[in-house]
């Protein structure tokens, strides 16, 4: 069983629309993440999400939301997709926010605005 | 930003043992040394991580210095499958002000040769 999955693998969207990633967690963590990976293949951290208390990135545009119906799950919201969203998305989890934890990656969603 | 600094890229014959170095020089004294490598399209892949100690795991050793400064990763028996793009991360994980999450850098590009 995939730890962490993303749902979908793929997505081809136009400019303006609104488009939701899936991502869950079997591993029992209580911490998640969303990553970003641009075309320069930079990793870079959006939002973490623990114990209901969400951490935002603050470079982030608002048009991107996280929504956590339960532990096991953070979805992402994107609002009015500009060309610039084009990325590949990563979502990921960990035991914890303690230090010394390690994270555990989907294989991430390649997001292609047109 | 990173707080490490790794070579670009670095070659290793299939078979023989792959040494990546990184340089931490301004590492605190409760941040952990992560390794995570991302071979090509797939989510990142946690490999090890230490605090002071050398640690050793089925994957590889990490090897830190007693001043911290830097470390280096070993992999004992290279394999084709190892070529990857290696990050080596310092956090806290959890800084207290928030969920900080893995800052990743540009990594080392690890090519295994046949």
């Known amino acids: 069983d995939t730890a962490v999955s993303q749902t979908p693998k793929y997505l081809v969207t136009q400019m303006g629309n609104d488009k939701s990633i899936k991502c869950e967690q079997n591993l029992g963590h209580d911490t998640m993440y969303w990553y970003k990976q641009d075309s320069k293949k930079f990793l870079k951290i959006m939002f973490s999400y623990n114990n209901k208390e969400l951490i935002i990135n603050e470079t982030v545009p608002n048009r991107f939301s996280p929504k956590s119906p339960d532990k096991a799950h953070l979805n992402l919201h994107i609002n009015s997709l500009e060309l610039g969203d084009s990325a590949v998305y990563f979502c990921?989890?960990?035991?914890?926010?303690?230090?010394?934890?390690?994270?555990?990656f989907g294989q991430g969603t390649r997001l292609t605005v047109v | 930003d990173a707080k490490t600094t790794q070579p670009p890229s670095m070659d290793c014959a299939e078979g023989r043992a792959a040494n990546l170095p990184c340089n931490h020089s301004?590492?605190?004294?409760?941040?952990?040394v992560y390794w995570y490598r991302q071979i090509h399209s797939q989510g990142p892949q946690y490999i090890i991580h230490?605090?002071?100690n050398n640690e050793t795991n089925e994957m590889a050793s990490l090897i830190i210095t007693e001043d911290r400064k830097s470390s280096t990763l070993i992999l004992p028996h290279a394999t084709l499958r190892d070529t990857a793009v290696y990050y080596c991360i310092v956090s806290l994980m959890y800084s207290g002000g928030g969920a900080d999450g893995l800052t990743f850098g540009k990594g080392t590009h690890l090519i295994i040769q046949p």
């Open positions: 230490g605090l002071k």
């Open positions: 301004t590492i605190s004294g409760n941040e952990y």
């Open positions: 990921a989890s960990s035991q914890s926010v303690r230090a010394g934890t390690e994270a555990f």
